[in-house]
């Protein structure tokens, strides 16, 4: 399902953020790169029966891939009307996707514009995180801005840590800013309503936001 809400992600970014945001930022540039637009052709062998709008209304469509998606066919997925990949990168202070080497290569290969995404983890520090993230996540000024996943993990082994909605927000102002500060990009923030909405993410500007959206 959260690839499902990928599809729909930039209509909801539109909301609160500007094209510019999303183009990848190269300051010696003469103009920034654009995301092609083109008429999705989608096939599924088990469509989900939507009961509002349908993906292929929207103008602009892309995926969210990790180490569960391992053999996407790139090529083929950009000539369907795939805009754009969120590709895991990282999880906490030491987990690393073993498929992101690869998206990251097949996609920028296919002429795809991709993101690299961190999992926040609630039981290590911000700083942490951050450095691992840059640890092994390539600059590369081509790329869209990174994206921190923020959300409650209630299913997770080994931290279920629920912090109070200020101790949240410093954190992740300390994780965006020494990611901000290594890429030369303002982050995405990736979460949930429950989570905006538990921690007073409605006050937390300067950032845009892809927001989950599941309701079909």
Not at 81 to 110: L, P, V
Not at 189 to 196: A, L, M, N
Request: glycine share 6%; with cysteine; net charge neutral.
């Amino acid at each position: 399902m959260r690839r499902l809400a990928g599809l729909i992600m930039l209509a909801l970014l539109g909301a609160c953020s500007t094209v510019d945001d999303l183009s990848p930022l190269s300051p010696s540039a003469s103009s920034s790169p654009t995301v092609t637009v083109r008429a999705p052709r989608f096939a599924d062998s088990k469509p989900h029966e939507w009961e509002s709008g349908a993906p292929w209304n929207y103008a602009v469509h892309g995926t969210d891939v990790s180490k569960y998606q391992t053999s996407v066919d790139w090529p083929a997925a950009k000539a369907s009307g795939i805009s754009f990949a969120f590709i895991k990168a990282t999880e906490g202070g030491d987990r690393f996707d073993e498929y992101f080497n690869e998206h990251w290569t097949r996609t920028k290969a296919a002429g795809v514009p991709r993101a690299a995404y961190h999992f926040y983890y609630f039981c290590t520090p911000a700083a942490v995180q951050a450095r691992w993230f840059i640890r092994n996540v390539p600059v590369d000024r081509s790329a869209m801005p990174p994206v921190l996943d923020m959300e409650w993990n209630p299913q997770s082994p080994t931290c279920r840590l629920r912090p109070d909605a200020a101790t949240v927000r410093a954190e992740m102002t300390t994780f965006l800013e020494i990611v901000e500060r290594h890429y030369g990009k303002k982050p995405i923030i990736y979460t949930s309503v429950d989570f905006f909405d538990d921690n007073g993410l409605a006050g937390f500007r300067g950032y845009p936001y892809w927001l989950r959206s599941v309701a079909g």
